[in-house]
Structure formats: structure tokens, C-alpha cells
T-cell receptor
């Protein structure tokens, strides 16, 4: 089977740093992606890791450890607009994505 | 960035009717598109992989006779929900890979909210 585990919800205050973890168990693995989804909207791509290490894109960074089947998304300098659901997703083969259950991030003033 | 559109954005229909949802890649050619379904407060569930010029590949548990997929061109895939019932009410989202931007980046359409009465 294929499964991805991530926390269901996280709360933080504006300006803080938040880390959302994701562990996965899949039959194949080409990379770990992160997507953001606001209520009622479609997912938007945030980052992708195919190799071990940290990828930084502005306030967002993503990390992958293939040996540990683990990754995380790091959000810095949190803003109210960052309140959304965040999904990790694995590409097990052929470009398709298997999504985790999502982490609902609430940013408080 | 790459743009994927969906039409309609929302649809309400009576039980037993069929509904067609279109997914278009606007500024790139997509040999592969994906269809997802998402229930409220839940994750995206992959339904099928749509391949241009060939049959779609359905995920386990998805009825291919109920969810008809046609990928007639490099920029258009359609999902038809046949004989829709209230339990089919959901948010349907398509995505497409842009081969020119890396194999593992998918661009999502804005979604179609289907309500079956």
C-alpha cells in the first residue's frame, strides 16, 4: 500500500516559523512535493525535492531524507495569508501524485 | 507560470443525468493529465491518469464506466460523470504536467464543484 502521514492541524502566530512534517511509505518514489490549498481553491505548487537536502524558495523551504522516508515544509515569517491546508505528495511512478491527508495551518495575529 | 483551466467551475444537476467537465492546458501541451476528487476537509484522491491518444488508466476502486475520460488532444481532457447520484457530489480537480518544466511539477485547474440533487 501507499501512505503519507502528516499532522492534521497546526496553529502558529504571525511572524513565527512552522514546520510541517511528512512521512511516507510508497511502492516507488521519485520525489516529494508540497502544495498549498486555500478554502474552495485548487492546490498550488510550492516545492519539490527529488534528492536529499534542503530546497529554499523565499519564505518556504522543503527538506527530504530518502533514507528516512521523511520530509518537511518550513514556513518562515508567517503571514495571515499563509492560513491554508498544506499537502505533501509523493510521485511513486509515471508522474502521478499520491497526496497526504493535509495539514490545516491557522495563523493567528 | 503554466495555466490549466477547467469548465464549468460549478454545476448543479439532477440525479441520473450526466455531467461533462473540461480540463485545458492553456500555454503548454500536456500528453498526460490527471483527475482528482476531493470531498470537504479531505485530501485529493487520484481517480485516473488521462493519456492523449490512448485509454485512461484508472485507480483501484474507480469505476471507469461511470467516470468516462477522453483526452482527445494535447490540450484537452474531459471527465464525464455518467448517471450522477448525490454521492458523486464533490470537488473535481484536474492537473497537467508540463514536460518543459520538469516531470514532477503538476499544475492544477481551479476545480469544478459538482452538486447532484
Amino acid at each position: 500500500g501507499q501512505s503519507l502521514e502528516q499532522p492534521s492541524e497546526v496553529t502558529a502566530v504571525e511572524g513565527a516559523i512552522v514546520q510541517i512534517n511528512c512521512t511516507y511509505q510508497t511502492s516507488g518514489f521519485y520525489g516529494l512535493s508540497w502544495y498549498q490549498q486555500h478554502d474552495g481553491g485548487a492546490p498550488t505548487f510550492l516545492s519539490y525535492n527529488a534528492l536529499d537536502g534542503l530546497e529554499e524558495t523565499g519564505r518556504f523551504s522543503s527538506f527530504l531524507s530518502r533514507s528516512d522516508s521523511y520530509g518537511y515544509l518550513l514556513l518562515q515569517e508567517l503571514q495571515m495569508k499563509d492560513s491554508a491546508s498544506y499537502f505533501c505528495a509523493v510521485n511513486p511512478q509515471g508522474g502521478k501524485l499520491i497526496f497526504g491527508q493535509g495539514t490545516e495551518l491557522s495563523v493567528k495575529p | 507560470g503554466a495555466v490549466v483551466s477547467q469548465h464549468p467551475s460549478w454545476v448543479i444537476c439532477k440525479s441520473g443525468t450526466s455531467v461533462k467537465i473540461e480540463c485545458r492546458s492553456l500555454d503548454f501541451q500536456a500528453t498526460t493529465m490527471f483527475w482528482y476528487r476531493q470531498f470537504p476537509k479531505q485530501s485529493l484522491m487520484l481517480m485516473a491518469t488521462s493519456n492523449e491518444g490512448s485509454k485512461a488508466t484508472y485507480e483501484q476502486g474507480v469505476e471507469k464506466d461511470k467516470f468516462l475520460i477522453n483526452h482527445a488532444s494535447l490540450t484537452l481532457s474531459t471527465l464525464t460523470v455518467t448517471s450522477a447520484h448525490p454521492e458523486d457530489s464533490s470537488f473535481y480537480i484536474c492537473s497537467a504536467r508540463d514536460p518543459g518544466r520538469g516531470a514532477d511539477t503538476q499544475y492544477f485547474g481551479p476545480g469544478t464543484r459538482l452538486t447532484v440533487l
